[in-house]
């Protein structure tokens, strides 16, 4: 799967592994008085996971096969 990803998407998947490397190391540094964690940490765990399945084409489309029949006889 990885071996197909364009320029643009290797840089979203490396970004968003810098993302959650540093939601890590900020949740992990979290004050201990603070009884609910680090809500920044959260954010970029949301963030990173989007963006990952985003570089691993999760959002792409891809049509049914009735769909892509469909796409041709309209075509014709």
Same mark, same amino acid.
């Given at each position: ?7 643009? #998407?290797?840089? &979203? ?15 992990? #540094? ?18 990173? *996971? ?15 096969? *009735? &769909? *892509?029949?469909?796409?041709? &006889?309209?075509? #014709?």
């Amino acid at each position: 799967m990885i071996g197909h990803l364009s320029t643009g #998407r290797m840089v &979203e998947l490396a970004i968003a592994v810098l993302l959650l490397v540093a939601g890590v190391y900020f949740y992990r #540094r979290r004050d201990k008085s603070d009884s609910y964690g680090s809500q920044g940490a959260v954010i970029m765990f949301v963030i990173a *996971a989007i963006m990952g399945t985003h570089a691993l084409g999760g959002f792409d489309y891809r049509p049914s096969k *009735a &769909e *892509a029949e469909m796409m041709k &006889e309209r075509a #014709r």
